[in-house]
C-alpha cells in the first residue's frame, strides 16, 4: 500500500472565497453577470489581463473557479476545470484532445463508448478499442498515431486494475496524452496525474457529489491543457452551474472521511462475500488474493468502495437475490451514502451481446455493489438474509 495522504484539510480549506461579511463558508453567487467600474477595468478582463468574475456559462463565477481551485488541489493539478456533468467534461475533452485518434484501452464507461462509436465517428474522431493489458497492440497503434489515450481504473464492473504509469510512458514515447477516468477512485484513492497521466477525468455525479443529489464533472491538467479545454467548454456551453458548483464544493468537504468509510465497509464486506459457501468470485482489489491486488496496492491509496461477486447458481438466481435485498436499493449510479446493487445485465451491460459480455468477463450471476456508509453489519445482515433466500 502506497503512502496515504491526507487530503482532509485541502478539502475544507482550499479555494476558500474571501468574504467581506468573514463568512466562514463561501458564499454562492448566482449571478449570472458581473458589472466593472469602468470601460478600462472591464477591458482589463475581457483582454485576459486579469483574472476576475465576468460571465457565468464562461465559467467566469467566483462559485465556480473556488469549487475548481478545490478540485485542482485535490488532484494536485494545476488546474481544472468543473462541468454540468462527466460526460460534459468527457467528451469535451475527446473534442479538444482527440482529434488526431483515440485509443480506448481496457473497459470504459458505457456512456463514454455510445459517445466515441457514434458522436465523435461522425464528426471525424477515429478510436481504437484495446484491451486493458495487450501492450503491444497499444504500441502498434501509437505508432499509427494517435492524439489521446483513455483508460479507466478501476473499471466498471469487474474492478480491473491498469498500469497508469506504464500507460503514461508509453503514451508519451509517441508524444500522446493520456486521461484517465478516475471516477471510481477518487483522488483520494488515486492520483492518476502523480502516477503520468496528463488528465484525471471524473463524473462528480458520483463520490466527489457523494449524495446522489448532483450531477457534475471535472477534468484536471496542466495550465496550458485545461486553457486550451475551456475554449471548449465555454463554446459547448458545458460549464457547471453555480448552485451546483456551491453544493459539490460543500461535498468535498467531507470527501477524505467518506471515501475512508466506504474503503473500510466494502473491504469488510468483500471479506465475507470471499468467505460465503453461496458466492463464486468476489472481485475487490484490496482482497489479497485478487489478481489485481499487487498492482492496486502499488498505484492507489485505498480500494474504494465498488465491489462485484458472482453467485453461485443461475442468473435467474441472482436477479432474485438483488429483488430481496431491502436495505440495499437496486438502482444504476454510485458513490451515495447509501448501498446500490445492480445486476450489470440488466442495467448497464443490459442487451449487449454475449460474446462482448464474455469478452468483458461480465455474467448474468454478477452483482455490483457501490457500497455505501451505513453501519456495515447492517449491510452484511440484508446480504444474508437475502442469501438465506435464495439458498
Ligand atoms: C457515471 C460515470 C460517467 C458519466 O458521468 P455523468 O455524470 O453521468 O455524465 C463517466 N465515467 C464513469 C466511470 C461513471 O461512472
Known amino acids: 500500500m502506497a ?7 485541502e478539502a475544507i480549506h482550499s479555494g476558500q472565497i474571501e468574504d467581506p461579511f468573514g463568512a466562514a463558508v463561501s458564499p454562492l453567487y448566482d449571478s449570472t453577470t458581473f458589472s466593472f467600474a469602468d470601460t478600462e477595468a472591464l477591458l482589463e478582463v475581457v483582454g485576459g489581463r486579469k483574472q476576475a468574475a465576468f ?37 469535451a475533452l475527446c473534442l479538444a484532445f482527440g482529434r488526431g485518434g483515440m485509443i480506448c484501452l481496457g473497459e470504459i464507461y458505457g456512456g463514454t463508448t455510445v459517445f466515441l462509436q457514434h458522436q465523435a465517428k461522425l464528426l471525424g474522431i477515429g478510436t481504437q478499442f484495446i484491451a486493458s493489458d495487450d501492450h503491444a497492440a497499444l504500441k502498434a497503434s501509437l505508432a499509427q498515431g494517435a492524439s489521446l ?16 504509469e506504464k500507460t503514461a510512458a508509453l503514451c508519451h514515447q509517441h508524444g500522446t496524452r493520456l486521461a484517465v477516468d478516475n471516477t471510481f477512485a477518487t483522488p483520494i484513492n488515486q492520483q492518476p496525474l502523480a502516477l503520468g ?25 496542466t495550465d496550458r491543457d485545461i486553457t486550451e479545454l475551456n475554449e471548449w467548454r465555454k463554446s459547448l456551453g458545458q460549464a457547471i452551474a453555480p448552485e451546483i458548483a456551491h453544493k459539490l464544493k460543500r461535498s468535498l468537504v467531507t ?23 453461496l458466492i463464486d468470485k468476489v472481485y475487490y482489489p ?13 498505484q492507489m491509496q485505498g480500494f474504494g ?11 435467474a438466481a441472482a436477479r432474485q437475490f438483488a429483488d430481496r435485498l431491502t436495505l440495499m436499493k437496486l438502482a444504476p449510479s454510485l458513490g451515495g451514502a447509501e448501498t446500490l446493487i445492480t445486476q450489470p445485465v440488466t442495467s448497464s451491460h443490459y442487451g449487449l451481446p454475449k460474446a462482448l459480455l464474455d469478452r468483458a468477463g461480465i455474467s448474468d450471476r454478477m452483482i ?11 449491510l452484511i445482515a440484508d446480504l444474508e438474509q437475502a442469501l438465506k433466500a435464495i439458498a
Do not use: W
Not at 489515450?149 to 497508469?164: G, Q, R
Not at 484490496?286 to 502499488?298: K, P, Q, T, Y
Open 255 to 277: 470527501l477524505p472521511l467518506r471515501i475512508e468509510r466506504h474503503n473500510k465497509n466494502a473491504q469488510t464486506l468483500a471479506e465475507y462475500l470471499s468467505q460465503h459457501p
Open 55 to 91: 460571465y457565468s456559462r464562461y465559467g467566469m463565477n467566483p462559485s465556480i473557479t473556488s469549487l475548481e481551485q478545490r478540485l485542482a488541489a485535490l488532484d494536485k493539478a494545476e488546474s481544472a476545470l468543473a462541468f454540468g456533468s462527466g460526460m460534459a467534461a468527457i467528451s
Open 305 to 315: 468502495g465498488m465491489l462485484s461477486f458472482d453467485l453461485k447458481g443461475s442468473g
Open 149 to 164: 489515450v483513455f483508460m479507466e481504473t478501476p473499471a466498471n464492473p469487474t474492478l480491473k486494475i491498469s498500469d497508469i
Open 368 to 378: 455490483r455493489l457501490s457500497v455505501g456508509l451505513e453501519a456495515v453489519d447492517d
Open 286 to 298: 484490496g482482497l489479497v488474493a485478487s489478481e489485481n491486488h499487487d498492482l492496486a496496492a502499488r
Open 3 to 9: 503512502e496515504h495522504n491526507d487530503f482532509s484539510t
Open 197 to 221: 497521466a496528463d488528465f484525471a477525468v471524473q463524473s462528480a455525479t458520483k463520490y466527489l457529489g457523494g449524495h446522489s443529489d448532483l450531477t457534475a464533472g471535472v477534468v484536471s491538467g
